[in-house]
């Protein structure tokens, strides 16, 4: 049968300290990473903003200004780590 506290009783080794990790980690790969997510979230938050403000309150101009303008943003995302995929497939 299956003992659930064994679980808590395993004693696991760190792996590592994170800074380290960051260290060791390619520059272009962290910066790809750090521009993939400030795209993905200013996307997100431009498109959903934007078809609430043209679905609730009807301003098309602003609301469809923001939604195109965060589809840009995650397609700025997509084309990042896609660009990103294609340079480490080179190594």
């Not at 910066?31 to 609730?56: D, H, I, Y």
């Not at 301003?59 to 397609?75: H, S, Y």
């Amino acid at each position: 049968m299956f003992d659930p506290d064994s679980l808590l009783e395993e004693e696991t080794e760190p792996t590592g300290d994170l800074s380290e990790s960051i260290r060791t980690l390619p520059a272009a790969t962290l910066w790809a990473f750090v521009l993939t997510a400030a795209f993905a979230q200013a996307g997100l938050f431009g498109v959903s903003l934007g078809l609430m403000l043209v679905g609730f309150r009807g301003q098309w101009a602003i609301g469809g200004l923001l939604a195109a303008a965060g589809t840009v943003a995650l397609l700025a995302a997509i084309a990042v780590r896609e660009w990103q995929r294609a340079v480490t497939a080179d190594r």
